[in-house]
């Protein structure tokens, strides 16, 4: 996570109130589900060669 990010972007509770080491764990094979920047529920599209997940306010991240 960078400097900038106040919430997880898996379970979106605050990423600084305790460790997410499931959400951690669970990240290395999932999509993000939350945006990290504003807590919105992100549009999240799994495909064959990667995904992407879209915020209404801050764009698309893909992976």
């Known amino acids: ?3 900038t990010e106040l919430w997880c972007d ?3 509770e605050p990423a600084t109130a305790t460790a997410h080491p499931a ?3 669970a990240r290395r ?3 993000p589900r939350f ?3 504003c807590r919105r529920r992100m549009k999240v599209q799994v495909l064959p060669v ?3 997940a879209v ?3 801050h ?3 893909r992976g």
């Open 35 to 37: 945006c990290p920047r």
């Open 29 to 31: 094979l999932e999509p």
């Open 59 to 61: 764009g698309e991240v």
């Open 23 to 25: 959400c951690a764990t």
């Open 10 to 12: 898996r379970c979106g």
């Open 55 to 57: 915020c209404v306010e």
């Open 1 to 3: 996570m960078t400097t």
């Open 50 to 52: 990667g995904w992407s």
